[in-house]
């Protein structure tokens, strides 16, 4: 889980600047950028497809759905609450920028992936060794820092820095919980788990956008980091703080 963060992240962090890169000094065209995106997937498939195939034992007894949901609800949530911080620069940052004349923000993109993947390199044994909770739970306060550091940022490098520290608070939560999901599984289920618990990352970036959108509508892109990145990140540590056990 922590290697896959690396890869995904990686081109988040490069892909930016990257791209401003090729249309401010080559001249390149959007439409050729957006040609080179679409190339991109075909060969992440090529590269997959001599990869093993696995294993099924069909004598297994299939789980109920919404048991397997029982089991990782909590953790999903969590997971869905933490991401909203993260859906928060994805989506308004470059906006929130604009607003503020500050020019464009590819440095804070560039600067949250670096921090998220030093922190996945350097530390991302940390929840096998002391425990996904935890991990999960200073993950989470140092993330609810950098959304409000964002939110009350006077400058664009406060801004920055506000991403930086958003990307080390974001970076163990995913294999935090993850750790604590597969301790609460079987063997025979932990693969339907675990894809669960994933979509719960997906949907909260999914409603992130457009009720961030509304949010920025009434009053600015700066008050998203406050009303959504932070207060979700509290939510996310009482979700998990409560019946810790349970």
Known sequence: MSWNGIAMYGGMALGAPLSIEMTKVYNMSI??????????????????????????????????FLKIIRRMLRQG???GLATIGYGCIISFITLYFMEKNWGNASLAFAVFGICYILV??????????????????????????????IGFSPT??????????TGIGFSLIYPG?????????EPQIR??????????L?????????????????????????????????LAMIIISYKRNS
Not at 125 to 147: A, N
Request: with cysteine; hydrophobic share 50%; aromatic share 8%.
């Open 77 to 79: 949530t969590g997971l």
């Open 202 to 234: 997906d949907l909260a970036l999914g409603i992130t956008g457009p009720l961030g959108g509304l949010i920025a509508g009434w009053l600015s892109y700066q008050v998203n980091y406050l009303l959504l990145g932070s207060i979700s990140c509290l």
């Open 177 to 185: 919980l993850g750790v604590l999901v597969v301790n609460r599984t």
């Open 156 to 165: 664009r490098t406060f801004a920055i820095i506000g991403c930086g520290i």
């Open 31 to 64: 439409t050729f950028i957006l040609a080179i995106m679409a190339v991109l997937p075909i060969i992440s498939l090529l590269s997959t497809i001599k990869l093993p195939a696995l294993k099924v034992d069909k004598t297994k007894v299939r789980t109920p």
């Open 120 to 149: 996945r390199i350097f530390f991302d044994s940390l929840p096998d060794k002391y425990g996904g909770y935890i991990i999960v739970l200073i993950s989470l306060i140092i993330e609810t820092i950098g959304q409000a550091i």
């Open 191 to 200: 693969g339907t788990a675990l894809g669960l618990y994933a979509a719960f």
